[in-house]
Structures are given as C-alpha cells and as structure tokens.
C-alpha cells in the first residue's frame, strides 16, 4: 500500500528540479537546520532558540539514526524497487524513521515555540523536505510521518530542556549578583 501511493506521486521534469533542489538544499545529514541553528546564535536575542534548535538537532539525529534506524531496520522504497530511476545516490542504511523529516520538525518547532511567523516559515520548509524524501523514493510514508512526530516531541523537548538551563542559571546569577 505504501509503495502504491510513493507510485501515485506525480513526477514532472520540473517537479524532479524541484525536490532535487530541496534535498540538496537540506544537505545529507540534515544539514540546512545546523546552519539555521549556528546564524540564530549571533544576535543575542535569538541566542536560546539557535541553542534549542541545535540541540533539537542532535536529539533528533541520534534517536533517529542510531535508536530506531537500527531496532527497526526497514528497507527503503528504493531497495525494495531497485529499478525506480533515482534522482539521487542510493542511501545506505534503514527507511524507518526519516531522520530528515525529524530533524527538519525537531528545528521548526524549536523556532516556533519563539517566533511563531518564523516557525510556520520553518514548518513549510521542513514539510517540503519531508515530502521530497517520498517524491525521492527514499522513504515510505510512515517513514515520514514517525519522522515528523519525533521531530516536534524532540523539538518541545529541546526547548523545555534549553528553558530549565536558563533558569537555572538566571537564578544562580541573581544569587551571585546579590
């Protein structure tokens, strides 16, 4: 059933242009929100949330890559249908969860705990990203979709995480200032 609606996916040469662009744009390893994450922490104002997201980040990645990618160990849509032409190299390692997808929410719901018009600009982006990865017949839906649920669990975690820090630290400052 998954690999018919991956097959329902309409493929256009301008469609292919576009979601080869978003993949590479988002880089192998999710890259695009490491660099979101490191320009958020050069104003002081945006500090804590650039702090959150690559945090974010890297909760996303580990629980993604190195927990459930290997409990699990799916075989991609690719690997299943070798013959489906790739835009892109063939990935190694499992299809369940999208760790792109993850990571992509994980950063776009640390943004928009903060900055909710940010945010919603974040979460069409990471949605783009999250589709392309079926346009690109590297992950099922489900995939995508567990991808997406860890990602906002681990996106509220980081900034819960990053907020009880700060506080902490706040409080040691005003006991120190006084």
Not at 13 to 18: A, F, M, R, W, Y
Not at 136 to 143: Q, R, Y
Request: one cysteine or more; aromatic letters at 10%.
């Amino acid at each position: 059933m998954e690999l018919s609606f991956l097959y329902a996916i309409p493929r256009t040469q301008l469609l292919d242009t576009i979601f080869l662009a978003i993949t590479r744009i988002s880089g192998s390893y999710g890259q695009l929100w490491l660099i979101v994450g490191l320009a958020l922490l050069i104003p002081k104002k945006t500090r804590m949330t650039g702090i959150t997201v690559l945090l974010s980040w890297v909760f996303a990645s580990v629980f993604c890559h190195f927990i459930l990618k290997n409990l699990i160990n799916r075989p991609r849509p690719c690997d299943i249908d070798r013959a489906f032409a790739l835009l892109v190299e063939r990935p190694n390692g499992s299809s369940f969860p999208s760790a792109h997808s993850a990571q992509a929410f994980a950063a776009s719901t640390a943004i928009f705990v903060k900055y909710r018009k940010a945010g919603i600009a974040a979460f069409v982006a990471a949605a783009l990203i999250a589709f392309s990865r079926m346009y690109m017949f590297l992950h099922f839906p489900a995939d995508v979709l567990c991808g997406i649920v860890v990602g906002v669990l681990v996106g509220i975690a980081a900034d819960r995480i990053c907020d009880m820090v700060k506080r902490k630290s706040d409080r040691r400052r005003i006991k120190t200032d006084a």
